[in-house]
């Protein structure tokens, strides 16, 4: 199964949504998906493991996860402690630059998540107290829309950016995974993340590499991906074209190209399959 286009309804202006102290089921979680607006999961209680871009991260109370937009994830809460947790969804365009002599943005956390590969951080019991207040205010304002309740949230969500911003990634190895990750997969991960575009990988030639057979390759890797190899590569190509068409002004021919597709009309299907919008109309829709 392909990875899930999540959209946001975005009518009243306010790109902006908070899913609040949610007790997570295996039964009621999305499949494999991505979404253009960014999210933060606050952590409560609970534990699970999380898989975010081609990583795997264990859920514990406490925890916070950055997810920029586009960034295949999916959560798996423990059936017998399953998860309960706060997310933060909201667009780039509601975090507007200010100039005050500082030269990075307030989504530079997010920037080094994705750069970093790294999308999990662990605060400290006074980090803890502050994100668990700001995400109850946000809350509160949110059910009850008081006088300027949107400009009140942007305020808390600052609040939140700037705090994960001091607090910086962390860059420990040991931090990612869970033990029962098999060693392979994560080189296999990262070797299909760096040839996105630049040349095909067959299962028979990643089974290869990995040093395991045929369909015992493909079994584990669907079952820490949720996907096969074939729909996994083709989200990281939509992924990347996505990225350059709201980055640059290179052409759909360049684009397609750059990405590895083998035609225009090819890279146009499975663009709106997966998006639901033409290459074109995702451009338009970004500037």
Request: aromatic letters at 12%; hydrophobic letters at 40%.
């Amino acid at each position: 199964m392909q990875a899930l286009h999540k959209r946001f309804e975005d009518s009243d202006k306010f790109p902006f949504s908070l899913v609040y102290q949610d007790t997570k089921s295996p039964q009621s979680e999305l499949p494999d998906h991505l979404h253009d607006w960014y999210e933060i999961v606050y952590v409560y209680s609970g534990k699970g493991t999380f898989f975010i871009n081609h990583s795997f991260y264990e859920m514990n109370p406490g925890d916070v996860f950055l997810i920029p937009g586009n960034t295949v994830h999916r959560a798996f809460p423990d059936e017998l402690t399953p998860v309960t947790s706060s997310a933060i969804f909201f667009a780039p365009r509601l975090i507007q630059p200010m100039e005050f002599g500082e030269s990075y943005s307030l989504l530079r956390c997010f920037e080094q998540a994705r750069k970093s590969k790294s999308y999990k951080l662990e605060p400290s019991q006074d980090e803890h107290m502050i994100f668990s207040r700001i995400i109850d205010v946000m809350n509160e304002e949110w059910m009850n829309e008081l006088p300027n309740y949107r400009a009140a949230i942007v305020v808390r969500l600052y609040d939140f950016l700037v705090t994960l911003n001091r607090m910086g990634l962390p860059e420990m190895e040991q931090q990612r995974s869970s033990s029962t990750e098999p060693s392979w997969i994560r080189s296999i991960l990262n070797d299909i993340e760096a040839n996105i575009g630049v040349s095909e990988m067959s299962l028979s030639d990643l089974s290869a590499k990995a040093a395991v057979t045929y369909a015992h390759f493909s079994r584990v890797f669907k079952q820490y991906t949720g996907m096969n190899v074939s729909e996994y590569i083709l989200i990281k190509k939509i992924m990347l074209a996505k990225e350059k068409l709201m980055l640059t002004d290179d052409t759909i021919s360049t684009i397609c190209l750059a990405c590895g597709f083998e035609s225009e009309s090819y890279f146009y299907k499975k663009f709106k399959l997966i998006t639901g919008m033409t290459p074109v109309a995702y451009r338009r829709s970004c500037r």
